[in-house]
């Protein structure tokens, strides 16, 4: 008799234990399920540098990216180069290096005067570097800007023969540089400029 009676308590637990089991093996629980996708483009800066053809070098355009001259006292010389910011640009800040090689002959509107007008700013402890700056810091250019370095030079009528050949050969070499402007701003020009490292 005591036999059947634990045949019968565990088989009650048997069968207790497959009904627990079978509910736990049905139990729903109540989830969702998300999730975020990046997908990431490059951005760029990209400028181009040019100035008016004067001397009918380049076939079927208006700017160009040299020019010749033949210099003359009191002559005054279209030279306007441009920096071209491209539309597909993020926003820079621009640098440009002019390396002229006539100052010393230069009438009243010296191409320095031109650039100061133009807001071009020597940058502090660097050489012949100038930032594009409408204030105290140097001021980004958007997309699709242009910013104009100087318009032209000009020879002053006091130099004679003698002195004007000496400059033959001489050169003015403007050079631009792009930085993007997320992540310098209030900066200092010569802080982003050397950020930079322009060779």
Known sequence: ?????????????????????????????????????????????????????VDNSTQDSERDRANTYKLMPGHTYIKDPIVHVDKDSEDCYLFVKVDNEITAIEGDTTVAVQMAAKDWVAVDGVDDIYVYSTGDTPTAVTADENKIVFENFTIAGTVDNDKLANYANKTIIVTAYA???????????SEIWNAANFK
């Open 1 to 53: 008799m005591m036999k059947s009676v634990k045949k019968a308590i565990v088989a009650a637990l048997c069968a207790g234990t497959l009904v627990v089991g079978s509910v736990a093996g049905t139990m729903a629980y109540l989830t969702s399920e998300d999730k975020v996708e990046n997908t990431f483009t490059v951005g760029n800066v990209a400028i181009t540098l040019d100035e008016t053809d």
């Open 179 to 189: 930085i993007q402007a997320n992540g310098f701003e209030g900066k200092t020009a």
